[in-house]
């Protein structure tokens, strides 16, 4: 009882989990010396965990990651990475190898690769996202060990590099575990895998990690000026370091140098007229130039502003709707995570035809094309961390993992204007723990990033029948607040008319999901559930409810198109696909799209 207690003293403190916000991530990867490895890797599909507890008959030979051969004729070593199939990474193991489609446990891939390091230069390895559990070896040795499936990391590995030929070998384990983020159980296929970019990256040994660079909010906008406010991160605590910020197009050349913390900031009075701010209407992004020591970093920024009043969201000071669409990270045509600017390109294009100025990218981070390619082409950004359902909310590690979810995504991303919402979480059923949780993750991001709104999908409470009240202690660390509802999906489309909503909070109330499943090509009668028809109808029942919610800020319909989904096994209609999308698994439009659209047109 009492070490119980004092467990809980020091969750309660914040430090009973040992929250590595320390581990270096480097940012704005595609700017840096890369050195690609993706393509062709070998790969062993290791059911029972052999590749750990192999040693058999020559111990010296134990575990995959060694990637031992046999020196003499006798010599028993029972794999070979050069003899077994390979497939391309980046790329979820489910859809390249029939034997691996509903497969979750461990896969080892190895790659053999020619790299010369250079004197002087220290080389990173780099993954966007390894999904879940990823044990990276190079040359025998072990380089680290990640968790989590979709935000990236990286490790120095300078000294584990040999001039020549070099391998890589990566434990992948996606199993689930109720104490993992996202937990047991999800409505998304558990696409395992090395699914986004490996990379080398060469940095001199004193290098800028990552920046900043926005419009600093809390200084109001005096007599036409914007105060613009940048920060930059060494890799190590190195005071006297010269850092130059230049905005060629604005005429901006600064120089700065770091402090003992490795960290340099300026700010700056920027005359408002000069500078076009990136909005959905005109996505305008400036080339940034950033350089230590003979080095430059380029990145492509934009500038705007994002804040709430009442129940109103101001992009640039103006009132907006946010005219949305739900997003997984699935390819366009057919199943399997998508990776790629034009995989991207398709889907968002795709939320364009429909109208949307916004799209939620549910329910983990997306990956950086997409982010990126959405900024380029307008459209505002919603991104989350995969805090779905129930988490064990009580405990240190698992907090500790969200945390750290949340930290890294909010990194590698905090320079695009696009992204306008950090979410939290997902539809969590109410409890004191959950609370207690989810507070500290939305103080935790308000911390690293005050130039964005913060939000999560919540739950609405019925009050009766067809009275909807929204109540959640959350209420005070949002500042917007969201909720998912199935009228007409999990409930009769019938009560939409009488359905009234309360929403007791002066915020801006986001629709994070509504919808309901339809079958591409099957047509009926618009009560008979999978058509188009019944779906078509379920928009039309909803647009016309939510018109009547005050406060509306924005919605994101579930969802833009059908995805994978183990809990989908309905025969002939759902064949492990949820079948909400607006869009077919293979890209067709279903009616409902034109009752979204016609909708938005008229918002
Ligand atoms: C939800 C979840 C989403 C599901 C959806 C559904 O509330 O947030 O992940 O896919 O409902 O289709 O039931």
């Known amino acids: 009882m009492k070490k119980t207690m004092a467990i809980m003293l020091l969750w309660c403190l914040g430090i009973g989990a040992a929250i590595a916000d320390e581990v270096p991530q480097v940012a704005n990867v595609l700017a840096r010396q890369t050195f690609s490895l993706n393509g062709q890797w070998n790969y062993i599909i290791d059911v029972q965990e052999e590749g750990y507890y192999d040693y058999r008959m020559n111990p010296t030979q134990w575990g995959f990651f060694r990637n031992a051969k046999p020196q003499k004729p006798e010599d028993l070593i029972e794999y070979d990475f050069d003899k ?15 034997r691996l489609f509903f497969y979750e446990g461990t896969v080892w891939f190895k790659r053999t690769f020619d790299y010369h390091p250079t004197n002087n230069r220290r080389t990173l390895l780099y993954f966007g996202a390894v999904n879940y559990d990823a044990h990276v070896y190079v040359n025998g040795r072990k380089a680290g060990h990640h968790i989590g499936g979709f935000t990236p990391f990286n490790f120095d590995v300078t000294e584990l590099l040999k001039d020549g030929e070099n391998t890589v ?4 384990d996606n199993k689930r575990h109720a104490e993992d983020v996202p937990t047991q159980i999800f409505d998304w296929w558990n696409y395992g895998g090395i699914t986004r970019d490996v990379l080398l990256i060469s940095v001199a040994p004193t290098y800028v990690e990552n920046y900043t660079l926005n ?5 109001r906008k005096k007599k036409g000026f914007y105060t613009i406010r940048f920060n930059a991160f060494l890799n190590k ?32 009075a920027f005359p408002a007229k000069r500078l076009q701010l990136w909005s959905p209407d005109n996505p305008k992004r400036y080339r940034v130039e950033i350089s230590l020591n003979g080095e430059t970093l380029v990145d492509s920024i934009g500038f705007r502003t994002i804040e709430t009043r009442g129940k109103q969201i101001l992009l640039n000071g103006k009132p907006i709707f946010l005219k949305g669409i739900s997003i997984h990270e699935e390819k366009p045509y057919g199943g399997g995570r998508a990776n790629s600017t034009a995989d991207a390109h398709t889907l968002l294009s795709w939320a364009k035809e429909l109208g949307c100025n916004f799209v939620r ?3 983990y981070p997306h990956n950086e094309y997409a982010v990126r390619e959405a900024e380029r082409m307008g459209i505002l950004v919603w991104s989350e961390i995969p805090v779905y359902w129930t988490i064990a909310w009580t405990n240190p590690q698992t907090y500790s993992n969200a945390h750290r979810q949340l930290t890294d995504m909010i990194r590698r991303d905090q320079n695009r204007a696009n992204v306008i919402i950090w979410s939290i979480a997902n539809e969590t059923p109410h409890s004191a723990e959950r609370d207690q949780f989810l507070s500290r993750l939305a103080q935790h991001a308000r911390s690293l990033d005050n130039t964005r709104l913060i939000s999560m999908a919540m739950e609405v409470t019925s009050a009766s029948n067809y009275k909807n009240r929204l109540q959640d202690n959350m209420h005070e660390y949002v500042d917007v607040v969201s909720f998912n509802q199935y009228i007409g999906w999990y409930r009769d489309v019938n009560d939409a008319p009488k359905m009234t909503w309360e929403i007791p909070y002066d915020k801006p109330v986001i629709i994070s999901e509504f919808g309901g499943g339809a079958k591409y090509g099957l047509h009926g009668a618009k009560n008979q559930r999978w058509t188009e028809e019944f779906q078509e109808n379920l928009y039309r029942e909803n647009c016309a409810m939510i018109d009547k919610i005050e406060g509306l800020a924005g919605t994101t319909p579930w969802i833009l198109k059908d995805f ?6 309905l025969n002939g209609i759902q064949d492990y696909y949820n079948r909400k999308g607006l869009f077919s698994d293979n890209g067709e439009k279903k009616k409902a799209f034109y009752v979204l659209k016609e909708w938005y047109e008229g918002k």
């Open 84 to 98: 077994a199939p390979t497939m391309q990474i980046p790329g979820d193991w489910n859809t390249q190898d029939a």
């Open 169 to 172: 070998i990566v434990k992948v």
């Open 215 to 219: 419009i600093n909010q809390d200084v």
């Open 237 to 268: 605590k190195e005071a006297g370091q010269i850092i130059t910020l230049s905005i060629p197009e604005l005429k901006v050349n600064e120089q700065l140098k770091t402090s003992d913390n490795g960290r340099a900031s300026l700010s700056f």
């Open 361 to 363: 990218l549910a329910h």
């Open 564 to 569: 994978r989904s183990p809990r989908r096994v």
